[in-house]
């Protein structure tokens, strides 16, 4: 996504201090401000040419309200792929984040949870954290406890150490010894096989109950079916953290762009398939503007990383905000932790 434009050495530094400039203070930069900033000894007027040859390539642009510039996507995109200086993290920064994202003692959810929380927490936008798909997933532990009106809850633990619950609609009550049984017999009958082995044969014991199994088997049957056809609903889930920082930004003080925005962090679907797009990446993506082929990411920038359990890529996390975001401390950050939560995920074996 790289851009190649015949930019001189001293329009691409003034490029860079004008977007450094707008990133920073949300306004349009002015040529005086760049003559007082860039350590370009060159002449106001010079400076002016150069920033109308920059209006030119479509890099800048000058809103109808100032005489000042701002980047466009197109600018934004070069200053990213060419011009930006990445500030890595701070010692403390880093082993704070190791110390917080730590699989010790926690299950796969409560690992996710944290990192987008602290990656939210960090770069004060919105963070989005994909639950893992893992190529294998295999059944470890079922269990049933009761509630009340004919309901009972279906605990599903895979491999991972991954929690799934499902709340199950009977035709009747259960008591805790019922469910204890239900719970041994398909524990013993299928832990450790692949889920989708389980839902086939759970199918087949169906379809053989209809003749040979007593109603009590068939309702044991179904409530286990019942109990894992819905697993794979999490792999079109992810965690969401800090929506509500996006408010903070004028680039979204219009309450029809944010309700088109929020909507698509609630609908899930259209942010898991651009999510999808990173699984094979090679390291942090950036997405600017109308570059996500998403209408209501057309205002925002998103930085993704993919992060691994073994040397498997199992998910994907990345932080959405404006296109004004600062790309030199975000991209560092959203890398580092996609790392920590792969080792954190690998500690968890």
Known sequence: ??????????????????????????????????????????????????????????????????????????????????????????????????????????NTREVLTTASSLLSQITQMASVVMVPRHGRVTLRH???????????????????????????????????????????????????????????????ELERARGDMDAAMQRIVKMAQQAVTSSDQNRDEMVVSGRSRLMEYDEFCEMDRLRMLFNAFSEKRDMIHLLDQCMEADGVQVFIGEESGYRFFDDCSVVTAPYRHGEEVVGVLGVVGPTRM??????????????VLSSALNSMD
Do not use: C
Not at 56 to 73: D, E, F, K, N, Y
Not at 145 to 157: D, Q, T
Not at 188 to 198: A, D
Not at 329 to 335: A, H, L, T
């Open 142 to 204: 079922l269990e049933f406890l009761p509630l009340s009106e004919k309901k009972v809850l279906a605990i599903l633990v895979t491999n991972r150490d991954e929690v799934q619950n499902r709340i199950i609609q009977t035709d009747r009550d259960f008591s805790e010894r019922e469910l204890r049984q239900v719970a041994n017999w398909f524990n013993q009958t299928f832990e450790g096989e692949e889920l989708s082995r389980v839902r086939s044969r759970l199918v087949e």
């Open 1 to 106: 996504m790289s851009s190649e434009l015949p930019l001189t050495e001293r329009a691409q530094h003034l490029l860079k201090v004008l977007v450094e400039h707008h990133i920073r203070d949300g306004k349009p930069v002015g040529s005086t401000t760049l003559s007082r900033s860039s350590r370009i000894k060159v002449s106001a007027a010079t400076i002016r040419n150069t920033m109308s040859d920059l209006e030119m390539m479509g890099l800048i642009q000058s809103p109808h309200t100032s005489a000042g510039r701002v980047p466009t996507q197109k600018g934004y995109r070069l200053f990213v792929d060419t011009l930006v200086s990445v500030q890595p993290l701070e010692r403390l920064e880093l082993n704070q984040m190791r110390e917080e994202i730590s699989g010790e003692e926690k």
């Open 326 to 339: 600062a790309y030199d401390r975000v991209i560092p950050v959203v890398d580092m932790t996609a790392k």
